[in-house]
């Protein structure tokens, strides 16, 4: 398989199967159908599923967003690995949710809020620019470096699906999916986000031109206009 991937260096076919050896070895621990059948069946509990797998919080995760062979899919996620910085290290998707390659992540998005929480999973209803609503669940974790004299690895995980999945998502029990102005309002990323009043805003659209009012102040220093 990592012959048939066209892949144009020595390294990149290396690391293709360094990733299908990681697969496999989740396949294995966590085999699809029945991995499929008990994830349904504890509504994507991970906590559950961890105990019952014997796999670890990022294991169970992972493997829930590999779940879409044809005629054996599970619920639709996406899957996301966030570090201290907020870069995404790992990403995976069955949604319409598509994670920015370059540059950081919505920091309204709670997974930057479980990396400075770590051990408890939150929870957020979310709404992107095209109008689709997710429920989003989050968690810090913490990773030794392999000794005390080295920092331990900080990052958070986070897991989620469309609203119309909410049923089969255990985290969704408790949150009110319908009314306005609940979900919080995110994007991509900052250089591809439309939303113009948002006050997390680290950098504009780079589909809009900047205007500057020297006689007021906002949380940004500046306001968008449409190109055109």
Known sequence: MAADADLRSQAARELLKVGLA????????MPCEHFRQAAR???QDMDRLTLLYRASFEQVCH????????GSRGVPVFFCRVDMAGNITKRHSATRLQFARFGGACPLWIVHEAVANPDRVQVQLAETPDGVR???????????SGGFD??????AVALGCEVGHASEFVYADNIDLISAGVATEIGASCRICPRTGCDQRAYPPSDQQIAVDLFERGVVPYSMRQNG
């Open 22 to 29: 990681n697969y496999a070895a989740g396949a294995m621990l």
């Open 150 to 155: 080295r920092n331990p690895r900080r990052y």
């Open 134 to 144: 997710y429920v989003s669940m989050a968690k810090g974790l913490i990773k030794t």
């Open 63 to 70: 493997r829930l967003s590999t779940l879409q062979r044809e």
């Open 41 to 43: 069946a504890e509504p």
